[in-house]
């Protein structure tokens, strides 16, 4: 029985493993973030989707630092400054220069966003994800949850470039599909918010991928044919171009017949097929994958292979970690 490619949120009340836990808890006597309502300059930047050093040059430019400042101690960003930072951040992202942003909300008195009406059953009662996340998660959850796709996505192309990929997958973007399907099991609601953030993701994945550099064998990365579930081959060809290794996304549902005619066609170096939910596996296509000269590698990752009987060559990838490492296995043989 192979292993599960764990890499989101399955159908119903599947979760994937824990969301990050929370720090350690502060020297005795000292509140912490939450009970001081005061944050620190990183995590501000986390939270916003930016580099520490743009809200250093905001601070100093355009006058959005801290409205206190006790000697001898960081600044740490209130309530009220880090709701003129989100202000501007949405200005910003809709194609407004920095400092034209900054003029406008500076013009009129910052504010405490005001507090979301309680409601009963909906997509939007809460955050999106347990108290205990770190922060970015509660973010990304948050601007998900509003169906603010502009945000989602500024706070994904931060992440990855300052993690990477491997990490904001990890840490970031599966707590949050988690937590997505987890509330739609539970509420049978919020698939627009699931659809928004699939889409969303998909498109930052993407980016990501663009610019590695093409092999004279290509991988070839595809949904197995019964597959409707695609998200996870942008995150591998996110994932293989941070390491130089180009790829060609095939898409979801791929008839086995498709799949053998694309390896024939183009000798690709590697075949990863991604199988989500259980009864899509497709080992009938896996068996008839043409065998070919030098061969291809055939690497399968996801639930939905759980008991399948696969040929002996074929690798069975854990997590997106693993995945990447066998594909790039393979192309370096």
């Known amino acids: 029985m192979?292993?599960?490619?764990?890499?989101?949120?399955?159908?119903?009340?599947?979760?994937?493993?824990?969301?990050?836990?929370p720090g350690p808890p502060p020297p005795a006597g000292q509140p912490s973030d939450e009970q001081s309502g005061s944050l620190p300059v990183a995590v501000v930047a986390r939270q916003l989707g930016l580099a520490p050093a743009t809200l250093r040059t905001w601070a100093r430019r355009y006058g959005l630092g801290p409205g206190s400042h006790d000697a001898?101690?960081?600044?740490?960003?209130?309530?009220?400054?880090?709701?003129?930072?989100?202000?501007?951040?949405?200005?910003?992202?809709?194609?407004?220069?920095?400092?034209?942003?900054?003029?406008?909300?500076?013009?009129?008195?910052?504010?405490?966003?005001?507090?979301?009406?309680?409601?009963?059953?909906?997509?939007?009662?809460?955050?999106?994800?347990?108290?205990?996340?770190?922060?970015?998660?509660?973010?990304?959850?948050?601007?998900?949850?509003?169906?603010?796709?502009?945000?989602?996505?500024?706070?994904?192309?931060?992440?990855?470039?300052?993690?990477?990929?491997?990490?904001?997958?990890d840490h970031v973007l599966r707590p949050v599909l988690a937590a997505v399907g987890a509330r739609w099991a539970q509420t049978?609601?919020?698939?627009?918010?699931?659809?928004?953030?699939?889409?969303?993701?998909?498109?930052?994945?993407?980016?990501?991928?663009?610019?590695?550099?093409?092999?004279?064998?290509?991988?070839?990365?595809?949904?197995?044919?019964?597959?409707?579930?695609?998200?996870?081959?942008?995150?591998?060809?996110?994932?293989?171009?941070?390491?130089?290794?180009?790829s060609r996304v095939l898409g979801p549902a791929m008839p086995a017949v498709a799949l053998e005619a694309a390896v024939r066609r183009t000798g690709a170096a590697a075949l990863f097929l991604w199988s989500q939910l259980p009864g899509t596996g497709g080992e009938a296509a896996v068996h008839a994958l043409p065998a070919t000269r030098p061969p291809t590698a055939v690497v399968v990752g996801g639930p939905g292979w759980t008991g399948a009987q696969l040929p002996e060559r074929v690798g069975v990838a854990r997590d997106l970690r693993e995945a990447v490492e066998l594909v790039r296995h393979a192309v370096a043989g």
């Open 2 to 21: 192979p292993p599960r490619f764990e890499l989101c949120a399955q159908e119903g009340t599947h979760i994937l493993g824990p969301v990050s836990e």
């Open 188 to 246: 049978g609601q919020g698939v627009e918010v699931e659809h928004l953030l699939s889409e969303c993701l998909t498109a930052v994945l993407r980016e990501a991928a663009q610019g590695a550099p093409a092999a004279v064998r290509p991988v070839l990365l595809a949904s197995a044919p019964d597959e409707q579930h695609s998200l996870p081959l942008h995150a591998l060809a996110a994932g293989l171009a941070e390491r130089q290794v180009g």
């Open 72 to 169: 001898g101690a960081h600044r740490r960003y209130a309530p009220e400054d880090v709701a003129r930072l989100e202000a501007v951040r949405r200005l910003t992202l809709q194609g407004l220069p920095p400092g034209e942003a900054a003029r406008l909300v500076l013009g009129a008195p910052a504010a405490r966003p005001a507090p979301q009406p309680a409601r009963s059953g909906g997509a939007g009662d809460g955050a999106l994800t347990r108290a205990g996340a770190e922060r970015v998660v509660r973010g990304l959850g948050r601007a998900a949850v509003q169906l603010d796709s502009a945000t989602v996505m500024a706070m994904v192309r931060g992440e990855l470039a300052e993690h990477g990929v491997l990490h904001t997958w």
